[in-house]
């Protein structure tokens, strides 16, 4: 089992950056493809990233591409978002989340296929 838990939400100017930050602890970080995903209000949880456990293979929602970049770091246990040119639209409460792998070049494209989930952090961007 994994417990994670996200880091680096805030409130940012259309335009702006930010970088979320995805601290594993638990079970062996490296066994794990991850994902990234968002809820804002009124709407449906989606999936805007994911990673597969090499960190080799990525995948990212059509919204986001170009704009958002997904990295992992095994050795620190860590997965980083890093989400430029923000707008109004990408706000929503994000969420760090996990599977269990022993396949490291595949990735989970489907909110559904994760079993683990950090607690959320809130990303609020202005016009």
């Known amino acids: 089992q994994v417990q994670l838990e996200e880091s680096g939400g805030g409130l940012v100017q259309a335009g702006g950056s930010l970088r979320l930050s995805c601290s594993a602890s638990?079970?062996?970080?490296?066994?794990?493809?991850m994902g990234w995903c968002r809820q804002a209000p009124g709407k449906e949880r989606e999936i805007v990233a994911a990673i597969s456990w090499s960190g080799a293979v990525t995948y990212y929602a059509d919204s986001v591409k170009g704009r958002f970049t997904f990295s992992r770091d095994n050795g620190k246990n860590t997965g980083y978002l890093q989400m430029n040119n923000l707008n109004p639209e990408d706000t929503a409460v994000y969420y760090c989340?996990?599977?269990?792998?022993?396949?490291?070049?595949?990735?989970?494209?489907?909110?559904?296929?994760?079993?683990?989930w950090g607690q959320g952090t809130q990303v609020t961007v202005s016009s």
């Open positions: 989340a996990a599977r269990r792998t022993f396949n490291p070049s595949i990735v989970a494209t489907n909110e559904r296929e994760y079993d683990y």
């Open positions: 638990g079970r062996t970080f490296s066994s794990y493809v």
